[in-house]
């Protein structure tokens, strides 16, 4: 015990505070500080996703114009998954689909799938070895479908400034089911700007479309915001070490994103260069987003069979230069 403070508070800790009015009203947030600078707002109506990262008092993500969304306000139809698209640090595409809304095998999908609109069940956290805790279920089940359980964890150093996000995904039901997954963070503003350094050491680097294709050569450069911009979508492979970082040589900050490549095989570089809808994508996943029914012609769609656990890792460690 530190005979100097009251309350750990004082120091590092995690707060549970809801909010008041809007679209968000009522949305259960956990304000999450390790003490080192690093601060992060977990949404536990959103799939226990991340809706804000800061780091040293800087902001780190994109932070959406629709602002925090409550789950009630989710339109599956179409892209209207879209109108409760907050960003943030992290939106978790799946659990039955990731990317394009399509129709595959006779079920019709919406866009990144509804786990990012649903709510936790369940949520503890604690401190452990050093860490700050956060454990959260998420439950994709449906009557006559599939029952799939998202069992995400937390663990934030108390001494170093990173954090891991620790999934795993049970197959409840007795049938064999689909999983794809998309781990959606979001780079902004001040972090990412014309300057930002940006480095994706990937074996391999692909365009998604014709329009990405003309401008391959500069994926990893940025640029100001311009009016009527239209994405950019690259796909990267890694052998290896999965890995994706950003850096802001003005406020001499940035993170870096690790992963296993053996079980996060698809990763996608989202270059969104808008007015107000400036962002940066760095997302690994099972899959790429251009439709469940894709994937399965391509032969990389994902499954669990019944009672079957699959577990994902991502580590997001914040750097000083």
């Known amino acids: 015990m530190n005979s100097y403070i009251g309350h750990d508070s004082q120091c590092y800790g995690i707060e549970e505070h809801r909010l008041v009015g809007g679209k968000g009203d009522g949305m259960r947030l956990l304000e999450v500080n390790n003490g080192k600078g690093l601060e992060l707002t977990i949404s536990l109506d959103r799939c226990a996703d991340i809706s804000r990262l800061r780091f040293g008092g800087i902001n780190m993500s994109y932070f959406s114009p629709c602002g925090y969304v409550s789950p009630a306000y989710y339109d599956p139809r179409g892209t209207g998954w879209l109108k409760s698209f907050t960003a943030g640090f992290l939106t978790t595409c799946g659990l039955q689909a990731v990317g394009s809304p399509c129709v595959d095998e006779g079920e019709e999908l919406p866009l990144h799938g509804s786990i990012a609109n649903t709510p936790t069940e369940q949520v503890m956290w604690y401190e452990e070895n050093g860490e700050l805790v956060i454990r959260a279920l ?184």
């Open 138 to 321: 998420v439950k994709d089940e449906v009557i006559f479908a599939r029952k799939l359980r998202l069992y995400r964890e937390y663990h934030v150093s108390l001494e170093e400034n990173f954090f891991r996000i620790c999934d795993t995904i049970e197959n409840t039901g007795d049938t064999t089911q689909p999983v794809e997954i998309l781990y959606h963070m979001n780079m902004g503003y001040p972090l990412l700007d014309e300057d930002s350094i940006v480095e994706i050491p990937s074996d391999n680097v692909t365009a998604r479309d014709a329009h990405a294709e003309e401008d391959i050569a500069n994926w990893m450069h940025m640029i100001r915001p311009e009016a009527g911009y239209v994405e950019r979508c690259y796909y990267h492979t890694f052998e290896k070490e999965g890995k994706a970082s950003i850096y802001q040589p003005k406020i001499g900050k940035g993170l870096t994103i690790s992963f296993d490549p053996k079980q996060l095989d698809c990763f996608v570089e989202w270059k969104m260069m808008g007015v107000r809808d400036y962002v940066l994508g760095l997302e690994c996943g099972n899959c790429y987003p251009d439709g469940r029914d894709v994937m399965r012609k391509t032969g990389r769609l994902k499954f669990l069979e019944a009672g079957e656990k699959v577990t994902y890792e991502v580590k997001v460690a914040l750097f000083v230069k």
